[in-house]
């Protein structure tokens, strides 16, 4: 029997339409976290917020892998454009993560992990070729999945699907200074986020599949706070609950 499936956001707006799609969760409460336990499309489902920033996001998937024994985690959630051409309303997939704020110079070269011998961490290949699929095909009709109310209120206009690099770190990067220091230190970057990495690191230390889609909220400007919860709410979540739920029509239980 298949292991359940593990989905992961950071806040509660970002969840909410998962959790409202799922149709007989019930709740088990571990290191004072709800977990929702259920079914979505047939397969099994252990849905959980893992909180904001890189060891709340550790420790809820090292209890969901531990307590919950899922096969597979996916993150899905909202994160800043930092690479040319990552626009508000874009999805990134990560291929590789990194925590920018990991600097044990000069005892590690900078963004290295220490003992792990590495700065990246990557997705499972065949998990992110499934999701990209998925996100393609919802991408591909903003109206029919957002409306088209918040396509005009968020000015969406074709959005993309962007693959590669995603930075976390325990910081909201909400100005131009920091958005180009970040530019200038890992210079493929194409989003930032506060979780990824970590989740990430955990999957490997568990040798579990991990994956992570995030909707680009903002431009990790002067800007980036403006219209946040409502474009989580409007967008977002929407995005997400739609790519998830269309990745899981496909894949066999
Ligand atoms: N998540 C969404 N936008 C972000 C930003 N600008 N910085 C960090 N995490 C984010």
Redesign the pocket.
């Known amino acids: 029997m298949s292991r359940p499936i593990g989905l992961v956001s950071?806040l509660r707006q970002e969840l909410a339409a998962v959790l409202a799609a799922m149709p007989d969760e019930h709740i088990q409460r571990v290191a004072g976290r709800d977990f929702w336990v259920g079914h979505w499309h047939g397969h099994d489902v252990v849905a959980v917020l893992s909180r904001v920033g890189k060891v709340a996001a550790a420790t809820t998937t090292t209890a969901l892998l531990e307590r919950f024994g899922v096969g597979r985690v996916v993150f899905t959630?909202?994160?800043?454009g930092i690479g040319q051409g990552v626009r508000v309303g874009d999805v990134v997939l990560a291929r590789h993560l990194v925590q920018h704020d990991m600097n044990a110079s000069p005892l590690f070269p900078r963004h290295e992990v220490p003992l792990y011998g590495r700065s990246h961490f990557a997705a499972d290949a065949a998990l992110s070729a499934e999701l990209a699929a998925a996100a393609q095909a919802v991408l591909a009709q903003p109206h029919h999945t957002l409306g088209a109310d918040a396509v005009t209120e968020f000015a969406l206009s074709a959005p993309q699907l962007h693959q590669g690099l995603v930075d976390?770190?325990d910081?909201?990067?909400?100005s131009q200074t920091e958005?180009d220091a970040l530019r200038q230190a890992l210079p493929d970057t194409l989003?930032?986020?506060?979780e990824g990495a970590a989740v990430a690191q955990v999957c490997h230390d568990y040798g579990v599949p991990f994956a992570a889609l995030?909707t680009?909220?903002?431009?990790?400007?002067d800007t980036?706070?403006v219209d946040?919860t409502r474009f989580i709410e409007r967008v977002a979540s929407v995005y997400s609950v739609a790519m998830l739920s269309q990745w899981l029509t496909v894949r066999s239980p």
Do not use: C, L, N, T
């Open positions: 950071a959630g909202v994160a800043g976390s770190g910081r909201f990067v909400s958005s989003a930032v986020e506060m995030r680009i909220s903002d431009r990790a400007d980036a706070h946040f």
